[in-house]
Every structure is written in structure tokens, then in C-alpha cells.
């Protein structure tokens, strides 16, 4: 593996991972599409589906775990929304990752491309504002948020994602969470995904080696320091950065499928 296509890789990483710190998403939604787009369009080099979600699956780890350690101390995390959510999609991004290996290559990009559209309809949905609750007194539905979680983390699996790009929106729209919790619990909740998503990645055999620990070292570089100019940032910002910034990924997988 030729300097260029190393460089290449590592720009990919860094970028997605910034964003996954700063926006409390694990970085597939940015880092799938690059991956598989970019290399062959700079023409450095070719990924297929399946090894762009095990080089992913990776990187989401790696990327959340950084943005956690940045968030642990500023009281944003919810323990009970992290351990309902975060068992949940456990066990539904390990059932993913294992199912992956028997889904043709669009088949993995129309997970994703499907995953992409419901979180960008979500995103631009109406939200009641709870910026201003405290985040004692924040309630949610603990069983409805499990469900949510389950689901989330089969589709998150198969593409190697850790799901967080769908569990925004959910937190935002339907379970009410302020933003800043949204985000650090997100990160919190993608970290215990995407351990599932990996699992099954490893036993499908589906990771190389090389790429997958050039993205794990852009990772912990970028993610804490995305995570610190995220709480600098105001909410609404942050929610529009990443309604945008899904909607393109969105659009760019889906006219790659038809």
C-alpha cells in the first residue's frame, strides 16, 4: 500500500471523525461514502461494500470512544438512556454485522441509503424545544427507546455503522432529549454499537487490516477535538450541520444506486 493511498485514508478518517466528535454521530454516515467514492475517484485505489462497512465498523469505535472521554466530564451523559439504548443496539448491530456477509454489495448500500433517508426526514421534522429542561427532570419512554435501539443497530451493523446518524434524530424527535445529552449519549450509545458491529465484522473476516489502523489513529486524533469545538457550538447549529450534512450523504449514495 502505496504513501498515497495511506494519505488518502487518513484525511477520510480524520474528517469523519471531527465530525463524530463534534456532532455526537460515529462517522459511517460520512466516512461509508468516502471510502467507497473517494480512492477510485482520486484513483489510488478500490474498496468493496463489504470492506468499507468492516474498515467503518472500526472507526466508529475508535471515533466514539475518543468523543466519550471528551464528554465524560461535563455531566451531558444520561446513564439510564445509555444502558436501555446501548444493550439494545448491542444485540441488534451484532445480528447486522453477522447477516451482512450474506447481502450482495448494493445490497449493503441500499441498507444505508434507506438508513440515510429516514434519518434525514427525521431531522427536519418539528422539535419541541427542551433545550431549557433541566437534565434532572428529563423523562423519556425507556422501552419505546429500546426498540428504537434494536432496529437501528440490525441496519447499523449491516453497513458497518454504529447507528448514531438514525439515533439523533430519535433522541431529538421522538424520545425529546435536549441536544448537548443527544450528542454525548449518542457517542456513549454508538461506542456499545458499534463493539456489536466489529464482533460480527471480525468473524465475517470482512476488516484489512492496514486501512482499518490508519482510521483508528485519525480517529483519536480528530474525535476529541471535534467533541471540544461541539460544545462550543450553539444547538441549533449543530442540528442544521448535521441535517445537511446527512441529506447530502443521502442523496449521493442513492443516485449512486440508481
Partial sequence: MDITIISTIFVIGFVGSFISGMLGIGGAIINYPMLLYIPIMLGVGHFTAHEV?????????????????????DGFL????????????????????????????NGINIVYGILALIAVIMMFLPKRRVEDVHFNQIKFNKWLASLFAFIVGIGAGIVGAGGAFLLVPIMLVVLKIPTRMTIASSLAITLISSIGAVSGKIATGNIPILPALIMVVASLIASPIGANMGKKLNTKVLQGTMGLLILATAVKTWLSIL
Fill in 53 to 73: 462497512s468492516g474498515i467503518t465498523a472500526i472507526q466508529v469505535f475508535f471515533a466514539t470512544l475518543g468523543g466519550v472521554l471528551a464528554y465524560r466530564k
Fill in 78 to 105: 444520561n446513564k439510564t438512556l445509555i444502558i436501555y439504548m446501548g444493550v439494545s443496539i448491542l444485540i441488534g448491530s451484532f445480528i447486522g454485522g453477522l447477516s451482512s456477509t450474506h447481502m450482495p454489495q
